[in-house]
């Protein structure tokens, strides 16, 4: 069935340092949504992106939605310690109502400071 | 800013028993999901709810899971006879997106453990 896959799994970073994400499905999505869960909470939706090849920033974050619209990127520069947690990619399943977003297992990003 | 809640935020159970998670979503949203999370692991869709009935579910949504809208309020998610493996926090969330999927709203969650 579809899949989305996220790499890698875990990522150790020194404050200061960058950071990236990546997000890969095994179809073509419609759109792919990234959520950010700090330890002991719950997702928080971060951003959409819908059309292929696009990029988004916020502040330190950019977003980018590949070309062929299967894989997805979360970069952060300059990481700090408030940027702990887990970050998560989302895309709808292709089929049926469109309503049920299938998650990746998520990227758990540590910062030391 | 409007906020989804949920009720409890821990419940303890015993295998067999019946809970009863409860979800008041933002009061403007059209659209009800429940997620559930096992420790340290993915997110895991359960169920999607639109116009009083289930719009999409999941394999993990037997026969043993139900979910209602009993007043204009509150979205609940049932689990009539609940096993060791039902142990895991359930996400209740709300979105008002029309056309797709938009933007979900989480609540804090509430920690389902059964013993």
């Known amino acids: 069935g579809q899949q989305v896959m996220q790499i890698p799994q875990y990522q150790h970073v020194q404050e200061g340092e960058d950071f990236t994400t990546y997000c890969n499905s095994s179809?073509?999505?419609?759109?792919i949504q990234w959520y950010k869960q700090r330890p002991g909470g719950h997702p928080v939706f971060l951003i959409q992106?819908?059309?292929s090849g696009e990029v988004k920033k916020q502040k330190r974050l950019t977003f980018q939605f590949g070309e062929a619209k299967k894989n997805s990127s979360l970069h952060i520069t300059a990481t700090q310690t408030t940027d702990v947690g887990t970050y998560f990619c989302?895309?709808?399943?292709?089929?049926?109502?469109?309503?049920?977003?299938?998650w990746g297992l998520g990227t758990s990003l540590a910062v030391n400071p | 800013e409007p906020e989804v809640t949920q009720t409890p935020s821990h419940q303890v159970t015993q295998m067999g028993q019946e809970v009863i998670l409860r979800c008041v979503p933002i009061s403007n949203h059209l659209y009800f999901y429940w997620y559930r999370q096992i420790l340290g692991q993915k997110v895991e869709f359960l169920v999607s709810?639109?116009?009083?009935?289930?719009?999409?579910k999941s394999e993990i949504f037997d026969d043993q899971f139900s979910v209602e809208r009993p007043d204009g309020s509150n979205f609940t998610l049932k689990i009539r006879s609940t096993k060791l493996e039902d142990s895991a926090m359930y996400f209740c969330?709300?979105?008002?997106?029309?056309?797709?999927?938009?933007?979900?709203?989480f609540g804090p969650g509430t920690r389902l453990t059964v013993t």
């Open positions: 709810f639109y116009n009083n009935e289930i719009s999409e």
């Open positions: 969330a709300s979105s008002e997106s029309v056309q797709g999927i938009g933007e979900q709203y």
């Open positions: 989302a895309g709808p399943l292709n089929a049926g109502n469109n309503r049920k977003l299938i």
């Open positions: 992106l819908v059309k």
């Open positions: 179809t073509t999505l419609s759109n």
